[in-house]
């Protein structure tokens, strides 16, 4: 007689580790489509006024908006929104929906004596994963519609759990478009100098050439950098391991023969976007610092990373309301839980992530060919 072996636990509201929006304040929207040639779609995060913005683009082939604007010598140092969006280049015309939202609500850099009322300019940076024809057809890419869907989203305050296949991980793969990817997040807490606890918060678009995969026995990479304390993926099965290292080792691309939408050899682009969120007060210097070394949790969980064929990006934002205290000590503090909330946001993405079957695509997800890798929940 067959046996049906139980279903994995899958996580509650809040994940293994967490979200983004245990940051107070921060809002997070998702809006994809699926189906008819559709695999894509857009998460907007939504930050409180006034809050300070950074970014650091390591990856060879980005495709992003308005992240000029974040440098530590322009002239507005805030952000009014987030935009990670699907379809490449193409899909930054979502960022349009999101300006239009933010110039609703009066949200934007207030421009003097352009017009007889009030006019504010929105900043909205913005950077693009590679989807494109993931679901049936390469022409349906993010909108201006999709990314103001988003936007609602993140206003209603229904979006914040999002995780796995939606938003802008709604077509997501990884490792060199093999397995499933999506969208994870996490959140840590640490004591500060100035005697405050602080949050960092991250949020992860997991959409990678590299893989998250030790080939020596198929467990995540990553979890060897787990903080202590906290839930731990853990090691497969031999027979798991042996079904991850078969999903792993079929043709780059993993396209039913035929209907490949793009090109046969070209490159298997990709990108992983994050963004990052502190309650910590810092400047736009130290903000920037903490964007950068947030890629280490990108470096020690995915390999390779920062490829020429991805655009990995991210962003980091500081609602300044928690003091860091004289001295540098506080900063190393804070890079150092922006690595670990960006560690373990690809993680959850790891094992949120579904799989995916279209007219173009069919990949399985990590945790159906492993699930004993699960934490417990």
Do not use: K
Not at 59 to 84: F, I, M, N, Q
Not at 94 to 120: M, S
Not at 251 to 262: E, S, V
């Amino acid at each position: 007689m067959a046996v049906t072996p139980p279903a994995p636990p899958t996580p509650g509201a809040d994940g293994w580790w967490g979200r983004l929006d245990d940051v107070p304040g921060v809002a997070v929207g998702h809006a994809g489509r699926a189906g008819d040639g559709w695999l894509s779609g857009v998460t907007v995060v939504l930050p409180p006024p006034a809050t300070i913005g950074a970014v650091d683009v390591r990856g060879g082939g980005p495709a992003t908006r308005e992240t000029d604007a974040l440098a530590p010598s322009a002239l507005v140092s805030t952000v009014d929104a987030v935009c990670l969006t699907g379809g490449s280049a193409f899909g930054l015309a979502a960022a349009d929906g999101v300006v239009r939202w933010c110039e609703e609500r009066g949200r934007g850099f207030a421009v003097r004596g352009a017009t007889p009322g009030a006019l504010v300019v929105p900043i909205v940076p913005t950077a693009a994963v590679f989807d494109l024809g993931r679901g049936g057809d390469a022409a349906l890419r993010p909108d201006p519609a999709l990314g103001y869907a988003a936007c609602e989203a993140a206003g209603s305050g229904s979006g914040g759990s999002g995780r796995g296949g939606v938003g802008a991980g709604t077509g997501a793969l990884m490792a060199r478009q093999l397995l499933g990817g999506g969208i994870g997040q996490a959140s840590v807490r640490v004591a500060l100098p100035g005697g405050g606890v602080a949050t960092v918060g991250a949020l992860v678009v997991l959409n990678a050439v590299g893989s998250p995969v030790d080939p020596a026995d198929g467990s995540l990479a990553g979890r060897a950098f787990v903080p202590a304390g906290l839930p731990r993926p853990q090691v497969p099965s031999p027979a798991e391991a042996d079904a991850v290292r078969r999903a792993l080792t079929r043709p780059a691309g993993a396209t039913l023969a035929g209907r490949d939408p793009l090109p046969d050899g070209g490159p298997r682009s990709a990108t992983t976007l994050a963004v990052v969120a502190t309650d910590a007060a810092l400047d736009r210097s130290d903000t920037w610092r903490t964007a950068t070394a947030a890629h280490d949790g990108l470096a020690r969980a995915l390999r390779p990373v920062h490829t020429l064929f991805d655009g990995d990006t991210v962003f980091a934002l500081s609602t300044g309301t928690v003091p860091v205290g004289d001295g540098p000590v506080g900063l190393v503090v804070l890079q150092a839980a922006a690595a670990d909330a960006v560690l373990l946001a690809v993680l959850d993405a790891v094992l949120c992530a579904p799989p995916r079957h279209t007219p173009t695509v069919d990949v399985p997800a990590y945790r159906d060919l492993a699930p004993s890798t699960l934490p417990a929940p």
